[in-house]
């Protein structure tokens, strides 16, 4: 096995023994996208001189006997909402295609310290804002599964980066399933911790209350990995929850310890809205529980039906707030011939921002405007209510919610550009999710009568990812489909 | 024309920037006169991704004076973001409070003549940020100093309860000491620490029919005199538009106008009020706030006596002018100072006037309050008694506070060293009256007479005996046998 398709995990391990040097590890990495990233375009930019720069200071710490932390050396990707103190932090908008920020979120903190080598910076829907990758203002993205399909969205580009063994592992966010549903499009493993799980500071915001940042990897205990170094509380993000309500685990520890008297729930009615293959996949994969000696039991989610509504207020809601700011005045484009003041502002919005962002932005205007709050988005509040309720309920009766990732595999290109609400009806299985909380898990587990990868989606209730993974290694263990690759790897 | 009267009718919007050690959701220091964009961060520059982080200070300080203006504390506040765009407004939206302010109800007393006070009454205090300052210095382009954004700031809200623009100073001028006083302002004027937007509109009555001329909002005024000339300018400037037009008070038609201060008159602004949607919702990125009884006992119990209650007792019961009571208690430690002294011994009037005349002249000429001229109540209460017991003159006594403050020595030393002690020696000071009469036939005589010079000739006889007693006599005592020798 070439370098490039180890497991992170792995190859720390090999670098920490010094059989491998970072250098190796990221030239390998490097090799590899020189060969596939014309074909798949999973980055909007790269740092090939900051990565080696950097493998090579690993390597000399290393030799030195210098601690290390727990990505030594490792080749890591990152989303392009996360800012950066190197590079632009583009957020996939050609409003912010020249913007660099002058600190760096806490989630790459965490990364640098721990030894990560950060070799570039993924494409994305625009802000987080899309299914598919396509609404990126800089970049196409395809699928290294097959070109003709889309990777997924919004982390469409972290996720190409794994399955095309770009790196070993990636950082993605996820607000109604960006993390989630790329992962099941491109065959990886996609880990959306629970809300207040892991600081948001300086991940640049698309819905406040959902974004969540969290791991993209080939394996389980990858993501595991990923999770330890990047969970914790921040002091800079009042919404990251405090380590005495939730404390972190070792999320790597006790992974292959299998949960005793696991019991799975589904929802049968919610989950026959998938594609016949993701519903046989399905079944499929709560025997190989059933085999593991888990028992079954059929859940209800009775509000679910409103959560596509409810979540397009809210997270419109609040993106209308939060890109306020890129105005041509304060940041982003500006403009170059305004007629007047109020030009600036509305010449750049509009000459910068794309289409599906401007429908955002207007959809959470609206929601928000006076005498229609109280109809739009307190209601939309209510609703959230309403089915963080019944994830509470249903996790009263199981320790483990199992449903599809998304209604379908990867779709064409251009399928559904011209039908917004087709588009975010593809979201139904993973925007609950966000609106409840929970962290959620998304593992291959069959490919398609096409050969495109299938996901399974693993639900636990709030800040019990340490469960979470364990119950996903259980089925990792028991399968064969996370070793699957798409001939792109070659 | 004759049956026509009218009342000036005032609410009062006020921002008081708090004196936090840091900025309300980051951790740069508060700024003035700074170099521009120099106390900034991400999170006060609105970067992209960046959070807010609550200063408990600032809410706790929200709290105090919440408490100290009789509001009800909220127990469960939140956080929301007010939105409209503008070049000193980093995220084009700003972190306020909406519906549930921190603070509801409440009211400010205030001193009228005579020891009276004026109960106006509070619709809300809530906190929120700072925007920055638009600078207009260059040609063709503006330029933003964002080192004032992100300051913490209360904004206190009074229902129209105001009915002159004398009224209307005197409610800024108590919030000012109260502030003031509580520590949670330095309410310095000239660093725009209060601003203040009166609502005016008048009541007009004629011929026995009632008319409210339309509300008039004047934005932005950074003192109380131009606080108090608008509300006197729109007072008359309505009262001539209504007699001229007629017009009164209807739905939209509020204008908003600015203070022109070289020539003190108001302009128009904006004819009609715009309906702003400030789209409010609550913030994601800060968690609410929940004020526990024992969080609120513990603020509670910093508590001080306010300036009026203070000013008031002083009158009642110290028998203190409205003037003295009012000097001694625009500071706290003014206030402190002074009772300390009472609690000493010393006698409330001649203290209070020691305190005024010379105390708090040298504590301006100093720059500090009066627990900071290093002198200690104590002793000031002795000079006090000294003064009342003819030890020394009400001018020696001043006089010698000034040189405690320099020295540090008792005054009972100083006035030793500084031959200020009067004297009271009747045997001394009756052979020194005689030689003054013998020297002054003429003065004794008109003073005999009883004439119209009678009066000044004794004032002259008087004036002879303490110069010849380089100003040590004491004129009680001089007068005394003066009288005698005399009648
Ligand atoms: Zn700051």
Redesign the pocket.
């Given at each position: 096995m070439s370098l490039d398709e180890l497991t992170a995990i792995d190859l720390r391990e090999r670098i920490a023994a010094r059989q491998v040097s970072s250098t190796e590890a990221v030239h390998a990495a490097f090799e590899q996208i020189d060969r596939a990233e014309p074909t798949v375009g999973a980055f909007i930019s790269l740092f090939r001189d900051e990565a080696f720069a950097r493998a090579q200071e690993i390597d000399r710490r290393l030799a030195a006997g210098e601690p290390v932390g727990a990505l030594a050396g490792v080749p890591v990707a990152v989303k392009d909402n996360l800012c950066t103190r190197f590079g632009a932090t583009t957020c996939g908008s050609r409003i912010l295609e020249n913007f660099h920020a002058p600190y760096e979120a806490t989630v790459i903190r965490r990364l640098l310290d721990a030894g990560a080598v950060i070799i570039g910076k993924t494409n994305l829907d625009e802000f987080a804002m899309g299914s598919s990758t396509e609404n990126s203002g800089l970049k196409k993205t395809v699928n290294p599964w097959d070109t003709e399909r889309v990777p997924g969205g919004s982390s469409g580009g972290s996720a190409t980066a794994v399955a095309a063994r770009l790196c070993s592992i990636a950082l993605g966010s996820d607000t109604g399933g960006s993390i989630r549903q790329p992962a099941s499009f491109c065959g990886v493993v996609g880990l959306k911790p629970t809300y207040g799980r892991v600081s948001r500071y300086g991940l640049v915001a698309y819905g406040s209350s959902l974004d969540q940042i969290g791991p993209l990897a080939q394996t389980v205990t990858d993501a595991a990995l990923m999770l330890s170094v990047i969970a914790g509380h921040d002091p800079a993000d009042s919404t990251s929850v405090d380590e005495r309500t939730a404390p972190v685990a070792d999320y790597v520890a006790r992974l292959d310890e299998p949960v005793g008297g696991l019991r799975v729930g589904i929802a049968p009615a919610f989950n026959a809205g998938a594609d016949e293959s993701v519903r046989s996949a399905l079944d499929a994969a709560i025997e190989v529980y059933c085999g593991a000696g888990a028992d079954v039991v059929e859940i209800e989610l009775p509000h679910i039906d409103y959560a596509i509504a409810a979540y397009y207020v809210i997270a419109t809601a609040e993106a209308s707030s939060n890109l306020a700011r890129f105005d041509g005045v304060h940041y982003g484009y500006r403009t170059p011939n305004p007629a007047d003041y109020v030009e600036v502002y509305s010449k750049s919005r509009e000459e910068a921002f794309g289409q599906e962002v401007k429908r955002r932005i207007m959809l959470g205007t609206y929601a928000l405007s006076s005498g229609y709050y109280d109809a739009y988005y307190l209601k939309a509040l209510k609703v959230r209510n309403l089915i963080r309720n019944d994830f509470v309920k249903a996790f009263e009766r199981c320790d483990a919610i199992l449903m599809p990732v998304a209604p379908t595999t990867a779709f064409k290109i251009g399928e559904k550009t011209d039908d917004p609400l087709k588009m975010y009806l593809s979201d139904i299985y993973t925007i609950a999710v966000n609106l409840a909380g929970i962290p959620g898990l998304s593992i291959p587990c069959g490919l398609d009568p096409a050969g495109l990868p299938i996901g399974l989606q693993i639900l636990t209730p709030a800040f019990s990812e340490d469960k979470l993974v364990r119950i996903a290694r259980m089925f990792e263990a028991a399968t064969e489909w996370h070793t699957k690759k798409p001939a792109i790897v070659g | 024309m004759s049956d026509l009267s009218y009342k000036v009718i005032v609410g009062l919007e006020i921002h008081v920037q708090l004196a936090t050690r840091t900025?309300m959701?980051?951790?740069?220091a508060l700024s003035f006169g700074e170099e521009a964009n120099s106390?900034?961060?991400?999170?006060?520059?609105g970067m992209p991704g960046s959070l807010p982080v609550m200063n408990k200070q600032a809410v706790e300080y929200a709290m105090l004076a919440a408490l100290a203006l009789h509001c009800e504390v909220a127990s469960f506040t939140k956080w929301d973001r007010k939105s409209y765009y503008y070049p000193d407004l980093p995220k084009n939206y700003q972190i306020s409070q909406y519906d549930l302010p921190l603070g509801s109800g409440g009211y400010i007393e205030i001193p009228l003549e005579g020891g009276r006070t004026k109960r106006i009454r509070l619709i809300r205090a809530h906190l929120e940020e700072d925007a920055g300052k638009n600078l207009h210095t260059a040609g063709s382009f503006s330029q933003v100093d964002l080192n004032r954004?992100?300051t913490p700031l209360l904004e206190i809200v009074t229902e129209p309860d105001m009915n002159s623009a004398a009224e209307v100073r005197a409610l800024a001028v108590e919030l000012q000491r109260i502030v003031r006083y509580l520590g949670v302002s330095e309410a310095d004027m000239q660093k725009g620490h209060m601003r203040f937007e009166p609502n005016i509109n008048l009541l007009i009555e004629r011929a026995g029919l009632q008319f409210r001329t339309p509300i008039v909002e004047v934005k932005n005024l950074n003192s109380f005199r131009a606080l108090e000339r608008s509300v006197a300018y729109e007072t008359q400037r309505q009262l001539d538009v209504f007699l001229e037009t007629g017009i009164t008070m209807q739905m939209g038609n509020k204008s908003t106008r600015g203070w022109n201060d070289a020539d003190e008159t108001t302009v128009l602004q904006r004819e009609k009020e715009e309906a702003h949607d400030y789209r409010y919702f609550p913030d994601p990125d800060l968690v609410p706030v929940t004020t526990t009884p024992e969080w609120l006992d513990e603020i509670r119990s910093r508590l001080c006596e306010l300036p009026v209650a203070r000013q008031m007792r002083y009158v009642g019961e110290y028998g203190l002018s409205d003037y003295d009571a009012g000097v001694l208690t625009a500071e706290r430690a003014t206030a402190e100072f002074f009772e300390q002294t009472v609690v000493a011994g010393a006698d409330p009037k001649r203290v209070c006037n020691l305190l005024t005349q010379a105390g708090l002249k040298l504590a301006n000429e100093r720059g500090c309050d009066m627990s900071a001229l290093g002198i200690a109540p104590a002793a000031v209460a002795n000079l006090a008694q000294m003064a009342d017991a003819g030890t020394v003159s009400a001018t020696a006594a001043s006089t010698i506070l000034q040189a405690m403050t320099e020295t540090g020595k008792a005054p009972e030393l100083l006035a030793e060293e500084m031959n200020l002690v009067q004297t009271s020696d009747a045997g001394e000071l009756e052979r020194i009256v005689d030689q003054v009469l013998a020297e002054n036939v003429q003065a004794v005589e008109d003073v005999v007479s009883g004439g119209k010079k009678s009066k000044k000739a004794r004032g002259f006889l008087l004036g002879q005996v303490i110069q010849k007693t380089k100003g040590q006599a004491n004129p009680k005592v001089v007068s005394e046998i003066l009288d005698r020798k005399l009648s």
């Amino acid at each position: 096995m070439s370098l490039d398709e180890l497991t992170a995990i792995d190859l720390r391990e090999r670098i920490a023994a010094r059989q491998v040097s970072s250098t190796e590890a990221v030239h390998a990495a490097f090799e590899q996208i020189d060969r596939a990233e014309p074909t798949v375009g999973a980055f909007i930019s790269l740092f090939r001189d900051e990565a080696f720069a950097r493998a090579q200071e690993i390597d000399r710490r290393l030799a030195a006997g210098e601690p290390v932390g727990a990505l030594a050396g490792v080749p890591v990707a990152v989303k392009d909402n996360l800012c950066t103190r190197f590079g632009a932090t583009t957020c996939g908008s050609r409003i912010l295609e020249n913007f660099h920020a002058p600190y760096e979120a806490t989630v790459i903190r965490r990364l640098l310290d721990a030894g990560a080598v950060i070799i570039g910076k993924t494409n994305l829907d625009e802000f987080a804002m899309g299914s598919s990758t396509e609404n990126s203002g800089l970049k196409k993205t395809v699928n290294p599964w097959d070109t003709e399909r889309v990777p997924g969205g919004s982390s469409g580009g972290s996720a190409t980066a794994v399955a095309a063994r770009l790196c070993s592992i990636a950082l993605g966010s996820d607000t109604g399933g960006s993390i989630r549903q790329p992962a099941s499009f491109c065959g990886v493993v996609g880990l959306k911790p629970t809300y207040g799980r892991v600081s948001r500071y300086g991940l640049v915001a698309y819905g406040s209350s959902l974004d969540q940042i969290g791991p993209l990897a080939q394996t389980v205990t990858d993501a595991a990995l990923m999770l330890s170094v990047i969970a914790g509380h921040d002091p800079a993000d009042s919404t990251s929850v405090d380590e005495r309500t939730a404390p972190v685990a070792d999320y790597v520890a006790r992974l292959d310890e299998p949960v005793g008297g696991l019991r799975v729930g589904i929802a049968p009615a919610f989950n026959a809205g998938a594609d016949e293959s993701v519903r046989s996949a399905l079944d499929a994969a709560i025997e190989v529980y059933c085999g593991a000696g888990a028992d079954v039991v059929e859940i209800e989610l009775p509000h679910i039906d409103y959560a596509i509504a409810a979540y397009y207020v809210i997270a419109t809601a609040e993106a209308s707030s939060n890109l306020a700011r890129f105005d041509g005045v304060h940041y982003g484009y500006r403009t170059p011939n305004p007629a007047d003041y109020v030009e600036v502002y509305s010449k750049s919005r509009e000459e910068a921002f794309g289409q599906e962002v401007k429908r955002r932005i207007m959809l959470g205007t609206y929601a928000l405007s006076s005498g229609y709050y109280d109809a739009y988005y307190l209601k939309a509040l209510k609703v959230r209510n309403l089915i963080r309720n019944d994830f509470v309920k249903a996790f009263e009766r199981c320790d483990a919610i199992l449903m599809p990732v998304a209604p379908t595999t990867a779709f064409k290109i251009g399928e559904k550009t011209d039908d917004p609400l087709k588009m975010y009806l593809s979201d139904i299985y993973t925007i609950a999710v966000n609106l409840a909380g929970i962290p959620g898990l998304s593992i291959p587990c069959g490919l398609d009568p096409a050969g495109l990868p299938i996901g399974l989606q693993i639900l636990t209730p709030a800040f019990s990812e340490d469960k979470l993974v364990r119950i996903a290694r259980m089925f990792e263990a028991a399968t064969e489909w996370h070793t699957k690759k798409p001939a792109i790897v070659g | 024309m004759s049956d026509l009267s009218y009342k000036v009718i005032v609410g009062l919007e006020i921002h008081v920037q708090l004196a936090t050690r840091t900025k309300m959701f980051c951790g740069c220091a508060l700024s003035f006169g700074e170099e521009a964009n120099s106390r900034v961060c991400p999170v006060c520059l609105g970067m992209p991704g960046s959070l807010p982080v609550m200063n408990k200070q600032a809410v706790e300080y929200a709290m105090l004076a919440a408490l100290a203006l009789h509001c009800e504390v909220a127990s469960f506040t939140k956080w929301d973001r007010k939105s409209y765009y503008y070049p000193d407004l980093p995220k084009n939206y700003q972190i306020s409070q909406y519906d549930l302010p921190l603070g509801s109800g409440g009211y400010i007393e205030i001193p009228l003549e005579g020891g009276r006070t004026k109960r106006i009454r509070l619709i809300r205090a809530h906190l929120e940020e700072d925007a920055g300052k638009n600078l207009h210095t260059a040609g063709s382009f503006s330029q933003v100093d964002l080192n004032r954004a992100g300051t913490p700031l209360l904004e206190i809200v009074t229902e129209p309860d105001m009915n002159s623009a004398a009224e209307v100073r005197a409610l800024a001028v108590e919030l000012q000491r109260i502030v003031r006083y509580l520590g949670v302002s330095e309410a310095d004027m000239q660093k725009g620490h209060m601003r203040f937007e009166p609502n005016i509109n008048l009541l007009i009555e004629r011929a026995g029919l009632q008319f409210r001329t339309p509300i008039v909002e004047v934005k932005n005024l950074n003192s109380f005199r131009a606080l108090e000339r608008s509300v006197a300018y729109e007072t008359q400037r309505q009262l001539d538009v209504f007699l001229e037009t007629g017009i009164t008070m209807q739905m939209g038609n509020k204008s908003t106008r600015g203070w022109n201060d070289a020539d003190e008159t108001t302009v128009l602004q904006r004819e009609k009020e715009e309906a702003h949607d400030y789209r409010y919702f609550p913030d994601p990125d800060l968690v609410p706030v929940t004020t526990t009884p024992e969080w609120l006992d513990e603020i509670r119990s910093r508590l001080c006596e306010l300036p009026v209650a203070r000013q008031m007792r002083y009158v009642g019961e110290y028998g203190l002018s409205d003037y003295d009571a009012g000097v001694l208690t625009a500071e706290r430690a003014t206030a402190e100072f002074f009772e300390q002294t009472v609690v000493a011994g010393a006698d409330p009037k001649r203290v209070c006037n020691l305190l005024t005349q010379a105390g708090l002249k040298l504590a301006n000429e100093r720059g500090c309050d009066m627990s900071a001229l290093g002198i200690a109540p104590a002793a000031v209460a002795n000079l006090a008694q000294m003064a009342d017991a003819g030890t020394v003159s009400a001018t020696a006594a001043s006089t010698i506070l000034q040189a405690m403050t320099e020295t540090g020595k008792a005054p009972e030393l100083l006035a030793e060293e500084m031959n200020l002690v009067q004297t009271s020696d009747a045997g001394e000071l009756e052979r020194i009256v005689d030689q003054v009469l013998a020297e002054n036939v003429q003065a004794v005589e008109d003073v005999v007479s009883g004439g119209k010079k009678s009066k000044k000739a004794r004032g002259f006889l008087l004036g002879q005996v303490i110069q010849k007693t380089k100003g040590q006599a004491n004129p009680k005592v001089v007068s005394e046998i003066l009288d005698r020798k005399l009648s």
